[in-house]
């Protein structure tokens, strides 16, 4: 216990999580706790100390809590009267391939998936998922970071259409309509996703964002100019999409994003190229190869 006792007094002590700016830190010290809730206290003499620490974290927990709450809520009214790019410009990390956050830990969570959650304030699923096909990857949604990589990096302009392939519940195009005026699409073949999706679009007041409940390798991809997929499918699922992308590039100019284990198979296609190292845990930008 001398641990945690010293753990929250440094915390208390610290005045600086109350800033709202300090969003990672407040994370990071939530889950430092996090462990110590639910913690039954001990037995004996320690057992009335124990709860008072155990109510001490709760208290801190708590007040974090309501300042995050307070925080998203303050960007969910920038983006809905349409400033939300403006608001959402200080917590985009730098996108430069040689920085160390984006190179370490390529797919794990942090404080910025905090950040989208409480903006986004998804709602559950109103049923259970269905039964994936043999050749569907189990959702998993794009580390937050990765997202604002895609935006920076595409540089996503109103002239451009971004269609995520098996979309989820929308990270994707929701943070990217957020933060860009480009039309942003999202292809998904679980209407119990396309529905969450779209209700917190609704909520946002995000025009620029669209779901459609559809297999991907049947969606309407004419006017897409930039690709999104974080492995939503692989083998002949995964083959069927790439030879559909094959078409559109060879009808206009388009760009590939990948993240996840597809990349490496999206790197052997002949008629893409690409600048980046395709490593499963980087987001990696493909473009189609000139016409002959």
């Given at each position: 216990m001398?641990?945690?006792h010293a753990?929250?007094?440094r ?7 109350r800033?709202?700016?300090r ?18 206290a ?16 709760e208290?801190l927990?708590?007040g974090w ?10 960007i969910r ?6 400033a939300?790019a403006?608001?959402?410009r ?5 996108t ?14 942090d404080?910025?998936d ?13 049923s ?11 959702y998993?949604?794009t ?13 996503l ?8 392939l ?19 699409v999202?292809i ?6 396309v529905?969450c999706?779209a209700r917190?679009?609704?909520?946002l ?6 779901f459609?409940?559809?297999d991907?390798?049947?969606a309407?991809?004419?006017t897409?100019t930039?690709f999104?997929l974080?492995?939503p499918?692989?083998g002949?699922?995964?083959g ?18 990948t993240?996840?284990?597809?990349t ?9 190229r ?13 473009r189609n190869?000139?016409?002959?």
């Amino acid at each position: 216990m001398e641990a945690l006792h010293a753990l929250v007094d440094r915390l208390e002590r610290d005045s600086s999580l109350r800033q709202p700016e300090r969003l990672r830190e407040r994370v990071d010290a939530l889950d430092r706790l996090e462990h110590w809730l639910g913690t039954p206290a001990s037995s004996g003499a320690d057992s009335v100390l124990d709860a008072r620490s155990l109510g001490r974290v709760e208290s801190l927990c708590a007040g974090w809590e309501a300042i995050n709450q307070r925080l998203f809520e303050a960007i969910r009214h920038e983006i809905r009267r349409g400033a939300g790019a403006e608001a959402m410009r200080a917590w985009a990390p730098a996108t430069h391939s040689a920085t160390p956050a984006l190179e370490a830990d390529g797919d794990r969570y942090d404080h910025l998936d905090a950040l989208l959650s409480g903006i986004l304030q998804l709602e559950e699923p109103a049923s259970e998922p269905a039964e994936l096909d043999a050749d569907m990857v189990f959702y998993q949604p794009t580390p937050a970071r990765r997202i604002f990589e895609l935006i920076a990096r595409t540089g996503l302009a109103e002239r451009d259409v971004l269609v995520d392939l098996g979309s989820g519940l929308g990270h994707v195009p929701l943070l990217a309509a957020i933060c860009t005026q480009a039309r942003c699409v999202g292809i998904e073949l679980e209407a119990a996703y396309v529905d969450c999706a779209a209700r917190c679009a609704e909520s946002l007041g995000l025009a620029n964002a669209r779901f459609v409940q559809q297999d991907a390798r049947d969606a309407d991809l004419s006017t897409g100019t930039v690709f999104y997929l974080y492995t939503p499918f692989v083998g002949a699922m995964l083959g069927d999409m790439l030879a559909r992308l094959r078409n559109e590039a060879d009808a206009r100019e388009i760009r590939i994003a990948t993240l996840g284990p597809c990349t490496p198979i999206v790197a052997r296609e002949p008629w893409l190229r690409s600048a980046d190292t395709p490593k499963t845990d980087r987001l990696v930008l493909f473009r189609n190869r000139a016409p002959a």
